[in-house]
T-cell receptor, first 116, second 116 residues
């Protein structure tokens, strides 16, 4: 298992500003994943972050809007840039343990962003 | 393309009664299937998974799920529901050797409400 800490847990932001979410894991992991959960909806993968390489973004998500850093094997950040009310969501950091196909994901508590 | 469906937005059950949360999937090849639970204002918690072997999988908090290949289903069950089981439940599927980072696809979620 893995224990994941996310900061901030929640924030209220103004339109046009940017916010960086931090994710700290209690063990070294190869891959970290960032998900978005819009109000009342399921989880959508934003990007996969490998240490030492550029993040891989899913369709509909771009680096300019959601830049990701992965400086080491226990830490990652996701920035939500130039925010609009449509970015109001819960952003979740997760890691996978075990095999690349069989391992389950462990999630942080999430960062709930409200954009006014 | 892989997908997962949770046909019920909400399931209501009386405390002490058995509960079932439905999940069906579509994937090429043999699927890897997962159930997660999300309590209010919390991240997702892993409940159980099916990779191979016995079709009946037991997980956390007394939950179990049955893999049915012919019906492409992976329903979550519990013999006796507790009020504290009230939460949002997500089914997820991963196709092995699907390329990329073996992305986990989540269903829309089912809200379970257990009434005293």
């Amino acid at each position: 298992s893995a224990v994941i800490s996310q900061k901030p847990s929640r924030d209220i932001c103004q339109r046009g500003t940017s916010l960086t979410i931090q994710c700290q894991v209690d063990s070294q992991v190869t891959m970290m994943f960032w998900y978005r959960q819009q109000p009342g909806q399921s989880l959508t993968l934003i990007a996969t972050a490998n240490q030492g390489s550029e993040a891989t973004y899913e369709s509909g998500f771009v680096i300019d809007k959601f830049p990701i850093s992965r400086p080491n094997l226990t830490f990652s950040t996701l920035t939500v840039s130039n925010m609009s009310p449509e970015d109001s969501s819960i952003y979740l950091c997760s890691v996978r343990t075990g095999g690349s196909s069989t391992g389950e994901l462990f999630f942080g508590e999430g960062s709930r962003l409200t954009v006014l | 393309a892989q997908s997962v469906a949770q046909p019920e937005d909400q399931v209501n059950v009386a405390e002490g009664n058995p509960l079932t949360v439905k999940c069906t999937y579509s994937v090429s090849g043999n699927p890897y299937l997962f159930w997660y639970v999300q309590y209010p204002n919390r991240g997702l918690q892993f409940l159980l998974k099916y990779i191979t072997g016995d079709n009946l999988v037991k997980g956390s908090y007394g939950f179990e799920a049955e893999f049915n290949k012919s019906q492409t289903s992976f329903h979550l069950k519990k013999p006796s529901a507790l009020v504290s089981d009230s939460a949002l439940y997500f089914c997820a599927v991963r196709a092995p050797f699907s390329g990329g980072y073996n992305k986990l696809i989540f269903g829309a979620g089912t809200r379970l409400a257990v009434h005293p």
